[in-house]
């Protein structure tokens, strides 16, 4: 509400008052939505595939997601650096494996989506994100900012995948249906 009566004067000033407002909503949600559907898939001590997908996920056909972390740790046995690509995928899976959602909160439902690794559907556009590890004990954790989560909508696909390099890596993304 403070923003409509004194609007931001520069863009710097409304990110300052985002990321300021940010915990107060989360806090806001967590104390009136206890039941919020937050889930984790994980895929462990699997070799990264530069055509089939580490984790994946899809939205339903009416839904919505949000992917809030990554983390990736490498479990090679000698020094080996690999590039994992988070891309969109366009809307139906080929050759999926699926992963059924771990639940954070145990009142909360059942996932919508479907979760998954081993797709191999094209992907479409640019990786959103590209994340390097060296996989002889190296270990990344992506953690999104307040309004940099990434979304799926409506059958989207977010897929997870290596751009180089096949080491094996244990994953998990975790994620909040909307």
């Not at 997601?65 to 000698?78: H, N, S, Y």
Request: with cysteine; aromatic share 8%; net charge negative.
């Amino acid at each position: 509400m403070h923003e409509f009566n004194t609007p931001s004067r520069c863009l710097a000033e409304a990110i300052e008052r985002s990321r300021a407002f940010w915990p107060k909503y989360e806090q806001i949600n967590r104390d009136f939505c206890p039941e919020d559907p937050v889930f984790s898939i994980i895929n462990a001590g699997t070799a990264l595939s530069i055509t089939a997908d580490n984790l994946s996920c899809q939205a339903a056909a009416a839904g919505q997601g949000r992917i809030l972390e990554i983390i990736t740790g490498g479990e090679a046995a000698a020094s080996a650096v690999n590039r994992i690509s988070v891309q969109r995928a366009g809307t139906s899976y080929t050759a999926n494996t699926a992963i059924t959602p771990e639940k954070f909160n145990s009142r909360s439902a059942a996932a919508a989506g479907v979760y998954g690794k081993a797709s191999t559907q094209a992907l479409v556009g640019n990786p959103m994100l590209s994340l390097a590890l060296n996989a002889f004990g190296g270990f990344i954790r992506w953690v999104a900012a307040p309004g940099e989560e990434l979304h799926y909508v409506n059958s989207e696909i977010i897929s997870m995948r290596s751009a180089s390099g096949t080491s094996i890596v244990s994953s998990t993304i975790i994620f909040e249906e909307l």
